[in-house]
């Protein structure tokens, strides 16, 4: 390949634009940078999310222990209304999701 049709999106790094769909090497090389930051990103929500996994089978745990029920539907709406107001008709779904993976799991 020609220098013209790759980027150095990192030091040693070369991207060519048609990996990207950029259409320029300047834009492959923004794309694959911004691309590293939505993977780095994806990697912390991911820790995050097990990380609530974890936190949520605790009270579980205790709540079941104590003679209580699972799972506290008043405490979930909470938890999708907060989502659905930062998030819009998305952030319900995300909550209704990150609810289903916390529960069950004890």
Request: aromatic fraction near 0%; glycine fraction near 12%; hydrophobic fraction near 35%.
């Amino acid at each position: 390949m020609s220098t013209s049709t790759v980027s150095s999106s990192t030091p040693g790094t070369r991207t060519a634009p048609a990996e990207t769909g950029a259409r320029t090497a300047e834009a492959a090389g923004v794309i694959t940078g911004a691309r590293q930051r939505i993977d780095d990103l994806d990697g912390r929500i991911i820790g995050l999310i097990q990380e609530r996994m974890a936190v949520s089978a605790v009270i579980q745990q205790e709540r079941i222990a104590s003679g209580g029920r699972r799972v506290n539907l008043s405490r979930e709406m909470e938890i999708i209304g907060h989502y659905s107001g930062q998030l819009g008709k998305p952030g319900t779904t995300l909550a209704m999701t990150l609810l289903e993976l916390c529960r069950g799991r004890v």
